[in-house]
């Protein structure tokens, strides 16, 4: 099964993101706890992380920094 894609996605505080899906669910992701990674850890500087944009499969940050879609939808909560 396929994951849903983000069509549009807001960084909020505390390093969460606000993420439409095209299925019409809105999500929160918490990026917070990716942040120890070193993958992610650029992530920190919070100018980068509010670069954050959709790029039709998943979202993006500058730097060739992603999120798995699957990972982000799977561990979204409901913004509702």
């Not at 917070?32 to 993958?39: C, H, I, Q």
């Not at 100018?47 to 993006?60: A, G, M, S, Y």
């Given at each position: 099964m396929i994951s849903p894609s983000p069509i549009y996605v807001k960084p909020l505080d505390d390093y969460k993101l606000l993420i439409h899906f095209d299925n019409g669910e809105e999500k929160i992701f918490d990026v917070?706890?990716?942040?120890?990674?070193?993958?992610f850890a650029p992530l920190k500087n919070i100018?980068?992380?509010?670069?954050?944009?959709?790029?039709?499969?998943?979202?993006?940050w500058k730097g060739d920094i992603d999120i798995c879609p699957d990972e982000l939808y799977y561990n979204c909560v409901d913004a509702n």
């Open positions: 917070k706890p990716y942040l120890a990674d070193s993958y100018t980068l992380f509010k670069t954050v944009k959709t790029n039709q499969l998943t979202i993006e």
